[in-house]
């Protein structure tokens, strides 16, 4: 008797902890979408208005025209190494 309702409980438990899980990961999916979304949005407006501003007649943009943008995290940007091509100086062999 005790073993049945201890099992029922347990499953009820499980049922009830993965249903929360569900939701939260969820919601975190659904609002991190939006944020991405949005500053995707917002960034494609940035460019744009720098595009429709008028020119002085010259064919250039009016002063402060440039393109708008943001500066990425250091983790981001990663230095080519093994590409010895562009590398300033050679390496020469001493003594052979």
Do not use: Q
């Amino acid at each position: 008797m005790f073993n049945k309702l201890r099992n029922r409980f347990l499953l009820m438990n499980m049922i009830i902890i993965s249903i929360i899980m569900l939701v939260a990961f969820a919601a975190i999916y659904t609002i991190t979408y939006r944020d991405v979304r949005r500053d995707i949005a917002l960034d494609l407006e940035r460019v744009s208005e720098t595009y429709r501003k008028p020119d002085a007649g010259d064919g250039l943009p009016r002063r402060g025209g440039t393109i708008p943008f943001r500066r990425r995290a250091a983790a981001s940007w990663s230095p080519r190494r093994n590409d010895r091509s562009r590398s300033p100086c050679k390496r020469t062999r001493i003594g052979t």
